[in-house]
């Protein structure tokens, strides 16, 4: 049974900087993929980034594409998501998740396992 832990969500304000972080148990997890994903009160929930599953290879929405920095330490099994000039829009509850299958670089979320973590609160205030 994969586990995730979210942690690292707050207030902060438009501008400001967060870095959130995901501890993944349960499995092996070097040779997935990772993704970071948010929801929005009353939005469905959407893809935000994804690392490979050495970090060779990254991609992000265009939304967050130069804002945004994910990063994984296989080692401690965690994934990081730093985020800069954070926007009232970036506002939602923040969810990491691992590819279910080995080997496969993904932004969709069918592809990801069904159980998800609690996730973390970001607050972006304008």
């Known amino acids: 049974q994969v586990q995730l832990v979210e942690s690292g969500g707050g207030l902060v304000q438009a501008g400001g900087s967060l870095r959130l972080s995901c501890a993944a148990s349960?499995?092996?997890?070097?040779?997935?993929?990772m993704g970071w994903f948010r929801q929005a009160p009353g939005k469905e929930r959407e893809f935000v980034a994804v690392i490979s599953w050495g970090g060779g290879s990254t991609d992000y929405a265009d939304s967050v594409k130069g804002r945004f920095t994910i990063s994984r330490d296989n080692a401690r099994n965690t994934v990081y998501l730093q985020m800069t000039s954070l926007k009232p829009e970036d506002t939602a509850v923040y969810y990491c998740?691992?590819?279910?299958?080995?080997?496969?670089?993904?932004?969709?979320?069918?592809?990801?396992?069904?159980?998800w973590g609690q996730g973390t609160q970001v607050t972006v205030s304008s």
């Open positions: 349960g499995r092996t997890f070097s040779n997935l993929a």
């Open positions: 998740n691992a590819a279910r299958v080995p080997y496969f670089f993904t932004r969709d979320t069918r592809h990801y396992y069904n159980n």
